[in-house]
């Protein structure tokens, strides 16, 4: 844990207070409800919210006080086609105070590639955002991702475990295309079999086209559940 400490350290340090003008720093709690029919659809429901409390870019003062960025309300329906690859839809309502309100229709394939002692995914989506007085925006997306036990080869109830990921989104919108970049690294704990907990570093770099590039670092504070009907 304390290793995991300094990592956070270093990263607000590095990423969110150098020498780049525009720098966002807050927190990133979220929730997620999943259900698993007996027919192999899985139904998920998520809550996510940013709280900001730094915020500083070249054409405002800096803000240091918290204040609510966004928060998004998902839902989603998917298949599984294999033990290893499902497919899913999914709507998404995002609640943002510094503009308007949006809707996200969500689109995703994933695969899960079983190695020993990793358990390694990935995920193709594609989303459409619509917002009023805004012109649609498209974004296509691929996440590579990592679940690593940090005791043995497999993972147990009440045992920790290492998360890391990284995402390129390419997006267009006002005939614009941009480009982000999401990396994760954080731990998890399996509390149960179906509930588990995760604290991780959220570190976003996007408008690569700018002057200077924007650094986002959340601190994300998730719990997740997963339920399955009886067979």
Known sequence: ????????????????????PTSIFGFFPEAQLSYKTANEFKI??????QQGIINTSPDMNPHYNYYHNQTDFQGFI?????????????YQYRIDPQ??????????????????GIKLGHRIRTDQTFAAEENPEFRGR???SAEIPLSGQSL??????????????ISHQNDDTGFENRFVLGVGKL?????????AIDYRTDKFSAQSIRHRTWIKFGWFASFSAKK
């Open 191 to 199: 509390l149960t079999k179906h509930q588990k907990v995760q604290v």
């Open 142 to 144: 691929y996440r590579l």
């Open 156 to 169: 147990d109830p009440t045992e920790f475990y290492c998360i890391l990921s990284d995402e390129g989104i």
């Open 1 to 20: 844990m304390r290793t995991f400490l300094f990592s956070i350290f270093l990263f607000i340090n590095l990423f969110s207070f150098g020498q780049n």
């Open 78 to 90: 998917g298949k599984s086609i294999n033990p290893f690859v499902s497919v899913t839809i999914g």
């Open 44 to 49: 998920s429901t998520k809550i996510e919210s």
């Open 99 to 116: 503009s308007n309100n949006s809707n996200r229709s969500i689109q995703q394939i994933s695969f899960v590639q079983p190695l020993t």
